[in-house]
């Protein structure tokens, strides 16, 4: 599979990431490098073989839903860029 | 005194033959002479570092010593890979996204080792968001290897290992998401171990591929790593897949090692598959002859095989992308790190945080993980590749049935020149050929030095099976005991 500027200018949008035009080629040329790579696999006879998401097949573990936490807002909102009234600040999003 | 194992430190520690704070200011005073030139170091905490060793000195008085109070790492200098939240300290992971954070927490693993006693000297280099073997991929520029300046030290821990060969500290945190302890640990002749998944908490370990990561310690030996690794593991709630496991006693399992016959029973397996195309054939006498030594002490060994090997790397192309572009997505330039200027409206605003925080190797993964797991996609990548990592798991569980430890090269060549492979990213990633298979089973791993070929170190990898670290420490320290590779120094830095 090999992927064109075009696709990997959609792939960036959907991932929120901005990337020059100008590096788009490059960066087909690479990532399609990559996918041959990784399409290596496809030769694998994996018919019936369960997925394996986590080592062992762990699955995440629960808690009873107690509070656990103090208000710690003012320390986690000190690395923030723009905060005002203990909120964080966006460009605005509705006209 | 900066040449000391851990051990050694720890013992002139006990005997008060030195303080914390002369041993700490002795290792702050070579960051300062070397480092200019190895750029093992983003940021050194001199003075928190010494008011440490103060406290570290004190209670060494209170208690009379460290070792009787079986605290060995209490007043010990080590240094934490910039992937660890340090409260109060600038914590990067390599990149300009992170270049404005300071952590508001701790780490499990700072918070333990801090609880044990040490003195954290500063934050070492490391590829971005720990993506990379060749720590090239820093924000903060590239590390020697102090073996030879003009080579990498590999990655992602490449700041940790760079600093603890180059006697700035006798130990150092690392993480391993394909092998980002071990090949860096071979390549500047160190002994590093990945324990098992779930081993050590990950709370406040920036995530990169969070079904791989795995912290673990970097050292001089596999005894100075069971002394790391005892206090670093154990049973973390709020890391959700930490493992609820009382911790060995690693040190203690060491003491076998010392009899004749130490690996007596032993069995070793040598996968046919990983003495093939594209491993330098220095390497392979090296450890054919390593694996010698280990015959010597006992051990038995027979011929064993991996099947899919060859699609480790292919299947780990998917999966740590993947779950590198989900974890990634918290820096959106709204809750901390990097925003660009001026944004026109939050799409602007997501767009140009992320293009300008994350590097070029960190935009790979992102994308291609994006790509794999879009509508359409999914299948063919993401859930194929979750397969073969079920067939690369079973491969490891049929080899266990018949042997103890796999043996074999840790890396397929010694530490190669910079610049050498930064500009094809997929010969970069075929470096990890070998370290990558017990990320995707989730098995303990562990490299240690067992040769210099033309000077360079050379890694030997064991792996084990699930939580059976106390095997491949003590098959590592049974070597060590007969063997000086492990007490091997950089010329420039003796």
Redesign the interface.
Known sequence: MS?TPEE?EK??H???????DAELAE?AG??S??????????A?E?EG????????H?S??L?DDLVTESD?RE??Q?????VEKGL?L????IE | MHDKNLREVAEHLDSRSISSEELTRLFLQRIDTHDAALNSMITVCAESAIQQAQVADKAIAEAGGTLSVNKPLLGVPIVHKDIFCTKGVKTSCGSRMLDNFVSPYDATVVEKLADAGTVMLGKANMDEFAMGSSNENSYFGAVGNPWDQNRVPGGSSGGSAAAVAARFCPAATGTDTGGSIRQPAAFCGLTGIKPTYGRISRYGMIAFASSLDQAGPMARSAEDCAIMLESMAGFDPRDSTSVDRPVENYRQQLVDAEQPNALQGLRIGLPEEYFAEGLDPAIATAVESAVKELEALGAVVKSVSLPNQHLCVPAYYVVAPAECSSNLSRFDGVRFGHRCESPVDLEDLYKRSRGEGFGREVKRRILIGTYALSAGYYDAYYLKAQKVRQLISDDFQQAFSEVDVIAGPATPTTAFEKNSKTDDPVSMYLNDLYTISANLAGLPSISLPCALADGLPVGLQLTANYFDESRLLKTAHSFQLQTDWHTQCPPDYV
Request: hydrophobic share 55%; charged share 20%; no cysteine.
């Open positions: 992927l990997v792939i960036a959907l991932a929120r990431l901005g990337v020059d960066y690479e990532l490098k990559v996918l041959g790579l990784v399409e290596l696999m496809n694998a994996t073989i369960e997925p394996m998401a986590h080592p062992g762990a995440n573990r808690r710690k320390l986690l000190q690395a923030a860029p723009a964080f966006v460009p605005k999003v």
